[in-house]
């Protein structure tokens, strides 16, 4: 597989430019979607777009929460989620389109994903578990278009940290992640804790660390908290986190899960989400920013606004589509009706 050095490859914002363009004089109705899937979504990144046909018929590489438990073990932890109009589907890439290594144990409750360029991309597991698990994996992909189709390559392995106590009870299911501004082929990660709110950031240098056989140990720095207002009614106050390097801003979903006590009151209530941003500009690829952020402690809580609601649905991924207005998104309900679907960012 071709890899490249950094974000900033032409192609790719070639391929920006025409879904931007073909947006020009279409409406709303034609640019947004919802339809129902069948597998829960714990996250979503870009993925490849049609270069025939309509121009909305772009897919996104999706990632499962699925364990290392009996009879699990062999679940596909990612799937590419294909548009076709007004419809879904999801079509999960098999376990031998993935190459785990030997020496470690397959993806265990993959929560996040995004992608770094092109060629690669960084999920991450949510938490460790007895002290294992705890990791974030770098993926390598066929960088042409319908790539995706022959599936990943896992080209290098980090741990979330060298000490898994540092990061007892975080568990965490949003990431986003930028090219820093270092010129270095360094790209800035931040990682968002569902039930705290907390935001730790680190920088990670794929094309030296694929040369490294074992696992690297990230030292994540608290760098901000964010919570969701309690008229929200949410129990997770990230889901998911994207950067939009277009607006300079922060996204996130907060939600309610049905199995979550956080809320005694709403016990019985539906799975429900809100989509919100930050109100104030986010520079995740300015390292004097992000290193401005963890110098002040890391406690200071970055202001929200909400963007979109749903309300009959626990939305667990989002992604930009392209360089446009538009975010897809896709639900982690615990059942096999989920949706799946694209919106207007306003």
């Not at 932890?77 to 098999?94: L, Q, T, Y």
């Not at 996040?112 to 949510?126: D, F, G, K, P, V």
């Not at 996130?252 to 019985?268: C, H, I, T």
Request: hydrophobic share 35%.
């Amino acid at each position: 597989m071709r890899r490249e050095t950094n974000g900033k490859n032409p192609r790719v914002w070639g391929s920006i430019a025409v879904l931007a363009m073909a947006l020009v004089g279409c409406d709303e109705q034609e640019f947004d979607f919802s339809a129902q899937v069948d597998s829960p979504i714990s996250g979503l990144a870009a993925g490849d777009y049609a270069e025939s046909g309509e121009i909305y018929d772009y897919n996104t590489l999706a990632v499962f929460d699925e364990k290392n438990k009996p009879g699990d073990e062999n679940k596909p932890r990612f799937a590419m989620v294909e548009r076709h109009g007004s419809n879904a589907s999801v079509v999960p890439i098999d376990q031998s389109q993935v190459s785990w290594p030997l020496e470690q144990k397959r993806g265990n409750d993959i929560e996040a994903i995004c992608q770094l360029n092109e060629t690669y991309y960084l999920a991450a597991e949510s938490s460790f578990y007895k002290g294992d698990y705890g990791r974030l994996f770098l993926l390598e992909r066929e960088p042409s278009q319908g790539g995706l189709s022959a599936g990943l390559r896992l080209v290098a392995t980090y741990s979330q940290s060298s000490s898994p106590d540092e990061l007892d009870g975080i568990s965490f299911e949003g990431l986003a992640c930028a090219p820093s501004n270092d010129s270095d082929d360094s790209y800035n990660i931040l990682l968002g804790d569902r039930n705290s709110g907390g935001l730790y950031w680190e920088s990670i240098h794929p094309l030296q660390d694929i040369a490294d056989n074992g696992v690297i140990p990230l030292a994540l720095k608290k760098v901000g908290v964010i919570t969701a207002p309690s008229s929200w009614s949410t129990s997770r106050d990230i889901s998911d986190l994207y950067f939009s390097s277009s607006s300079h801003r922060l996204f996130g979903v907060a939600s309610y899960d049905p199995e979550d006590k956080a809320l005694d009151s709403k016990q019985n209530a539906q799975p429900h989400s809100m989509m919100y941003r930050t109100s104030h500009s986010f520079h995740l690829e300015d390292m004097a920013f992000m290193q401005s952020m963890a110098s002040s402690g890391g406690n200071e809580s970055l202001l929200i606004e909400p963007v979109h609601s749903f309300p009959n649905h626990k939305v667990e991924g989002i992604t930009a589509f392209g360089a446009t207005d538009g975010m897809f998104y896709g639900s982690d309900d615990d059942t096999t009706i989920n949706e799946y679907g694209l919106m207007v960012v306003k």
